[in-house]
């Protein structure tokens, strides 16, 4: 056999590599290599290297990324250089894509700890598309792209942040109180990049531009914003907008004696067509769960624990969450005991279930409310400091994940294939990961 | 030095900036550009990919980014102004060529340009949303040289010329104009319609205008046809070649429109050679050319459908109301067979069995049909004569192909009621007869109008065939208990029951002592079996097989009827006989007995009587003497009674008269159903009710409805309105 034509020389800072065009190939078209291939993926190699004038060291990495499709820095190589380095050649993507696996609950390891400067007690963190998050503080979210760089903080006339969620990897939308009489706060959209506020969510009742408080958030697949809003007249209920032009396009007002416009949580189901409503204690002195069709402005399902004679210990839904292949809603009491309720029986009962772990006695002195959230099948449910996974169609407790640094946990959230949990006492969230797949 | 000067002494203030060369933006810019003309003299070979990519990154690194962005449009339009004015200046021919070469550098020059500046392209340019520079590059090409003035009108006038010439039949460069066209699909969708197609589209149909208008002068309807199908296919062909898919549609819609949509009417009213000519010479593939471009056009179809209809409804009213035509109920029929085939034939091949025009079809022969009061009967008929002898050394399965047909017509009547009568009257005949072909094909016609109309309209069609079947068992039994009769004359009889057959009078007749013996037998041996009934025979419509003895020893079975029998057995015992006697021996109605003995003694071969005097029809005073010469060279023969096969002017009415007294009943019966459910109704309203409930039967006769609800109303069902005497209401 003769000598491969495709290979390729560099001399890169003054350190010579060799590789071949199909490795070089891999780093698709836009990128440096790939501006080095003609039309037809063929390379014509030139008589002597090519000079580049970068750091020998992270070409090296990058290099191997290219070859083997693994990312394996050294430790005397830090993120930030290699981050650097791949945008330079435009590999950041491929970076990404190696850093971590797909996700699996039982398979996650700690990435990194990432500590903020905000005051006070964190509100809620969200997880970005493409694995980066926001955190909201107060009155501030702070975003963070998925190299862990933080970007321009956002706020809405700096009024108290309620929930916030991403459209898509360049779009926040941000829900916060109203300010008395100056039409401040309510909703607004932001890019994830450059923090800049693109455009204000309106509410009107009866033609009239009204102020509002917006509360919890949720996004449907055909471009729609649902917001629980109270507004100064009583008019509390769920607001729907469209995420493309930014109108209005319906509201669903709340009946006496039920709650909508102070919800906990919004989540929309996809496969009923239908908006999970949930406004849970001590926000009211009573839970409320409702499903609401907007097709024909119905509420086609609710449960509520009024009149419900208070257990002996006195288990209270905190959390709630739809499992629509189960055709159930998941709950959960401040002790992480999970309870079902079936959708499909109008007016059931919680269904606890037997496995509670009588934590009463020692109880942390500052308590944060367990949450709960769902994943591919793999349900996820904070408590305390640690966030515990449970699997399978009886939800068998199958990993615990737990850092003893920075008090509870007082939010958490999955997406971009990880999982990001926000401590309340130190103002600190983790990120976990799943690694890579092993090798063989 | 002063010491003034001094006095102003300043501590110059600590810079933390790090001094970069102020001009560092400037000098990497001038690399690129210079660059950038080098990529447009096509002398890129000595630039350093390496270093451009790197002065690109670096400028934005530095904030740059806006500089180099704005720098590199401003270069690449200097660039493209000045190819703008070398692709004006070729002359002729090649300005087409020059302007492809130029757009070729261009695409090539920009690849290159993109590579360098892909750093700007995904940092600088993403997060300040502006375009991105291949978008750019092009969007500068189109506005400086396509949108060039001196560039723009020529080059589309250049296009157009090339199509013009090909259309007429000039060969052109079509590689190039694959190149341009794929220019302006390059450059946007909007490019392309606004600067090219748009004005295409006008030639085109400019184009088209003209010839049509030549054609349309010069030629019959089949070439103006061809012609038509010849450019559709040439300018799909030209679009495949060189245009973008999207304008298929467009440029196809402005040649049917043109060419077709335009000329419709008279094309297909053109003389001699229009749609009507082409129907009356089956002309295949024409019809199947107009259909294929009419198809194309809104309302084709329609005008073809309905010069089609109307040329049917006439050609079909020609051919049932002519007298002469109808004068043989089986050509009768079988030409509307043929007439059926044919259109079903040119539909199924040209008109690829488009459902609209079978439709068109079913709805004409519906027309027509019923324009002729005694198409059921001619119907009944022509299936009588088919399953007499028409299906002997027939398949099967062309048998029921055959009924099928005939089934079709059936579909077409609006008074099945009068064909079932019909029908009712020919199987009796054929039933008794013995004469029926197949029993296959009667049972298989049986379930054929069972499924078209129902249970109860074969009902009694089928109690003829039990009937049938009971008598040959009702036989076997008979002989079975009298094994005496074995010896003398076999009598079969066929037990009918009254009401499933066609009622007929009985009529009475004296029959031969022999005969009269054996059916008293049997009734006394049928009521034994049977009580309750009672038995009347219909002599009339028997037959039976007599041997004969003739003068010279000939011996011969001979085939008669019952009366026949009855009149030839009186010759046993008297050699003469004249008319009256016979009769007074028979008591066989006079019109009967004439035409059986028209039968037996006037007809040519068959005359085993002799009649004096000689002629042909039969008189009161004549008489009758065996015929010994009878001569005959088969065995057996079969003298059959003269008889009308179609019906005679008062049976027809007859007839008529029955179908309308059986109707009554179906009417009134249908009246109180619907009112049964509606309680009150207006005259209106329950005239066209009754009309569509009765539709599968028979079309009722509006001033018919109005009697029988006349006639209700005096039976207490149905009462007038107090205050609105157009309003009906049912009495319960």
Redesign the interface.
Same mark, same amino acid.
């Given at each position: 056999m003769g000598i491969s034509k495709d290979r390729i020389k560099f001399n890169v800072g003054g350190r010579l590599f060799e590789t071949t065009s199909t490795t070089l190939a891999n780093a698709g078209r836009? /990128?440096?290599f790939g501006?080095?291939f003609d039309?037809e993926w063929n390379l014509s190699p030139p008589e002597k290297d090519?000079?580049?004038?970068r750091n020998p060291d992270c070409f090296a990495v990058l290099l191997d990324l290219l070859r083997t499709g693994d990312l394996n820095v050294p430790t005397n190589i830090p993120e930030r250089l290699l981050h650097r380095e791949a /945008?330079?050649y435009?590999l950041l993507d491929h970076v990404r894509t190696a850093k971590w696996g797909p996700f699996d609950g039982n398979r996650l390891r700690l990435g990194d700890s990432v500590k903020g400067i905000a005051p006070g007690d964190g509100t809620a963190i969200r997880a970005g598309p493409d694995g980066g998050c926001c955190v909201a503080h107060g009155s501030v979210v702070h975003v963070l792209d998925w190299m862990l760089e933080e970007h321009c903080p956002i706020n809405l006339d700096y009024q108290r942040v309620n929930d916030v969620g991403w459209i898509d990897s360049d779009n926040i939308v941000l829900s916060a109180c109203e300010r008395l009489g100056r039409g401040d706060g309510g909703m607004g959209l932001f890019s994830s /990049?450059?923090g800049d506020l693109r455009y204000k969510f309106q509410v009107s009742h009866e033609n009239q531009v009204k102020s509002y408080t917006a509360g919890a958030l949720s996004f449907c697949p055909d471009y729609k914003i649902f917001a629980s809003c109270k507004g100064r007249s009583n008019e509390y209920g769920i607001g729907v907008w469209d995420q493309i032009t930014g109108k209005q396009t319906d509201f669903f007002y709340e009946s006496p004696g039920w709650s909508l416009g102070d919800a906990d949580k919004l989540q929309w189901l996809n496969g009923k067509n239908c908006l999970l409503v949930a406004t849970l204690f001590p926000r009211k002195d009573n839970c409320y769960i409702s499903l609401l069709d907007f097709r024909d402005k119905n509420m086609v399902w609710s449960w509520s624990d009024i009149g419900s004679p208070m257990a002996i210990d006195e288990k209270r839904v905190r959390d709630a969450i739809a499992m629509e292949d189960s055709n159930s809603i998941c709950v959960v009491n401040e002790f992480e005991d999970l309870g079902f309720i079936d959708l499909r029986m109008y007016g059931g009962s919680v269904r606890w279930s037997s496995r509670s772990r009588l934590m009463k006695s020692k109880m942390p002195d500052e308590p944060c409310y367990p949450k709960l959230a769902l994943h591919e099948g793999q349900l996820f449910s904070s408590m305390n400091d640690s966030i515990s996974v449970f699997c399978g169609p009886d939800w068998v407790l199958t990993s615990r994940l737990r850092r003893s640094y920075g008090g509870s946990i007082c939010d958490f959230s999955i997406g971009g294939d990880r999982l990001f949990a926000l401590h309340s006492e130190e103002n600190v969230f983790d990120v976990w990961e799943t690694p890579p797949p092993p090798i063989i | 030095m002063s010491n003034q000067k001094k006095r102003n002494f300043q501590i110059e203030a600590f810079k933390h900036r790090v001094v970069v060369d102020p001009k560092y933006a400037d000098k990497t810019w001038q690399i690129l550009e210079r660059a950038i003309h080098q990529i447009y003299n096509q002398d890129a070979s000595g630039l @350093?990919?390496?270093e451009l +990519? #790197?002065n690109a +990154?670096n400028m934005v690194l530095h904030k740059f980014g806006e500089k180099l962005y704005t720098g590199f449009i401003t270069t690449m339009t200097a660039h493209l102004r000045e190819k703008a004015k070398l692709i004006e200046a070729a002359q002729g021919g090649s300005f087409l060529e020059e302007l492809n070469k130029k757009w070729t550098e261009h695409n090539k020059a920009l690849?290159m340009i993109r590579?360098?500046l892909? +750093?700007m392209d #995904?940092?600088y340019i993403e @997060?300040t949303k502006k375009t991105h520079v291949h978008p750019m590059g092009l969007n500068l090409w189109r506005d400086n040289v396509v949108h060039f003035t001196k560039i723009h009108t020529r080059l589309l006038n250049t296009l157009l010329d090339l199509v013009q010439k090909e259309r007429t039949g000039e060969v052109i460069d079509r590689g190039l104009m694959r190149n341009v066209t794929k220019m302006f699909m390059d450059l946007g969708e909007s490019v392309y319609q606004d600067d090219f197609e748009k004005p295409f589209l006008e030639a085109s149909s400019e184009f088209y205008k003209v010839e049509s208008q030549e054609f349309i002068e010069s030629c019959d309807c089949g070439d103006y046809l061809k012609k038509a199908e010849k450019r559709l296919t040439e300018e799909i062909d030209r679009v495949a070649n060189y245009l973008d898919a999207k304008s298929e549609e467009k440029i196809t819609s402005v040649v049917e429109r043109e060419m077709i949509a335009n000329h419709m009417q008279r094309l297909v009213h053109m003389e001699n050679s229009g749609l009507v000519n082409m129907l009356l010479n089956d002309k295949y593939e024409d019809l199947g050319r107009m259909y294929n471009l009419f198809r194309r056009v809104t309302n084709g179809l329609v005008t073809v459908r309905d010069v089609m209809t109307s040329h049917l409804r006439e050609m079909g009213k020609q051919l049932v109301t002519d007298p002469e035509k109808s004068k043989d109920p089986v050509e009768f029929v079988q030409r509307l067979l043929d007439e059926r085939d044919k259109y079903d034939k040119i539909i199924s091949t040209a008109f690829g069995n488009d459902k609209t025009f079978q439709n068109a079809l079913n709805s004409s022969f519906e027309y027509f049909i019923n324009l002729n009061a005694r198409s059921p009967e001619f119907i009944s008929l022509f299936i009588d004569d088919k399953l007499r002898k028409g299906l002997k050394g027939i398949g099967e399965e062309d048998v029921e192909v055959i009924l099928d047909k005939v089934m079709m017509l059936f579909r077409y009547l609006q008074e099945k009621d009068v064909f079932e009568k019909y029908y009712k009257q020919h199987l009796a005949k054929r039933l008794l007869s013995g004469k029926t072909v197949s029993d296959d094909a009667e049972r298989s016609l049986i379930v054929k109008l069972k499924t078209e109309c129902g249970y109860q309209f074969t009902s009694k069609l089928e109690g003829m065939f039990t009937d049938m079947k009971t008598s040959e068992d009702t036989m076997r039994g008979f002989y079975g208990s009298h094994p005496e009769l074995s010896e003398g004359p076999t009598l079969i009889v066929q037990v009918l029951t009254t009401g499933s057959w066609p009622t007929q009078p009985a009529v009475p007749c004296n029959l031969p002592a022999e005969v009269s013996v054996l059916c008293e037998k049997f009734r006394s041996y049928y009521l034994g079996t049977h009580t309750g009934r009672r038995l009347s025979w219909q002599t009339n419509m028997g037959t039976a097989d007599i041997k004969a003895v003739f003068g010279k020893g000939q011996k011969h079975e001979l085939n008669v009827s019952t009366f026949q029998m009855c009149v030839l057995m009186l010759f046993n015992n008297s050699d003469r006989l004249s008319y009256k006697e016979i009769e007074q021996a028979t008591e066989i109605p006079s019109s009967d007995l004439k035409r059986c003995l028209q039968s037996l003694a006037c007809v040519k071969g068959k005359n085993v009587l002799k009649k004096e005097p000689m002629s042909k029809d039969i008189g009161e005073e004549d008489s009758f003497v065996v015929n010994d010469k009878f001569t005959c060279k088969f065995y057996k023969v079969k003298i059959g009674t003269v008889v009308a096969q179609k019906e005679t002017e008062p049976e027809k009415q007859e007839t008529r008269q029955r179908v309308e007294e059986d109707r009554k009943p179906q009417i009134e019966a249908a009246i109180v159903r619907i009112m049964k459910s509606r309680k009150v109704l207006d005259h209106n309203n329950i005239i066209a009710e009754v009309t569509k409930q009765l539709q599968p039967r028979f079309l009722a006769n509006p001033t018919e409805i109005k009697k029988r609800i006349e006639s209700l109303i005096e039976r207490d069902f149905l009462e007038r309105d107090n205050t609105d005497r157009k309003l009906y209401r049912y009495l319960a």
């Open positions: 836009d /990128s440096f501006a080095l039309d090519i000079f580049v004038d /945008s330079f435009g /990049s450059s | @350093s990919f390496e +990519y #790197r +990154y690849e590579d360098i892909m +750093y #995904r940092t @997060s």
